[in-house]
């Protein structure tokens, strides 16, 4: 006898327990950001090349780091990691061309940033509806929020934003860090709490 589909509130609880089970991968996410964000700060200006290069491996590291954190969820049949994955997929995939192409004008770097600022937002902001409210989904909220308000800047005014690109990178990766690292910790104590204990645990 098939057994019935869970509920979206059961959903949602399955999604905030993996989280919280998982919440080391939020973390790495968060000092990935940082640690980018950091670097960023100390590169001139006449370094864009060299920051396009610093973001596409800020952005692999980021992507690789979703996809572990999808791929581990799903191991939960009903929970709904897709929006995460597509998350990684497409941080990875952004690596990948700006790698492929180094060459890219700065103005063109500018767009293809603010295309993956806004995206991710978008798509952080989405996983984060999926996630329960006690579990800090208003962190995830902030940080996706503040992906797409850099986007839209970049997109309005794309000349100006080449020239403090390196500095809007900077503020952006470590607020966005920050805001990680605050969930990840939350996830942490709320596991260790135990509501609800991690779910997503390694084979036996």
């Known amino acids: 006898m098939a057994s019935n589909p869970p509920t979206r509130a059961h959903q949602s609880e399955m999604l905030s327990a993996g989280l919280a089970g998982n919440w080391w991968l939020v973390a790495l996410r968060g000092l990935a950001a940082i640690v980018f964000g950091v670097i960023a700060f100390w590169s001139p200006a006449a370094m864009l090349l060299a920051t396009a290069l610093l973001f596409a491996a800020y952005s692999l590291v980021d ?21 995460i994955l597509a998350n990684g997929l ?5 690596a ?44 995830m909220i902030v940080g996706g929020l503040l992906s797409v308000a850099c986007g839209v800047l970049l997109f309005v005014a794309p000349l100006i934003g080449a020239v403090v690109l390196t500095w809007w990178l900077g503020a952006y990766a470590l607020v966005f860090g ?20 991690a779910v997503v ?4």
Request: proline share 3%.
């Open 96 to 139: 990948v061309f700006v790698v492929l192409w180094p060459g890219l004008t700065v103005l063109v770097f500018v767009f293809i940033f603010a295309a993956w600022a806004l995206v991710s937002g978008v798509l952080l902001v989405a996983a984060a509806i999926k996630l329960k409210k006690a579990h800090g989904r208003w962190l």
């Open 90 to 94: 497409f941080g990875i995939a952004v």
């Open 178 to 197: 920050v805001a990680l690292l605050a969930l990840a910790f939350r996830l942490k104590k709320r596991r260790d709490e135990g509501q609800p204990a």
């Open 201 to 204: 645990s390694a084979p036996s």
């Open 63 to 83: 992507g690789i780091l979703n996809v572990m954190l999808a791929v581990l969820g799903m191991r939960r049949r009903y929970a709904r990691w897709w929006w």
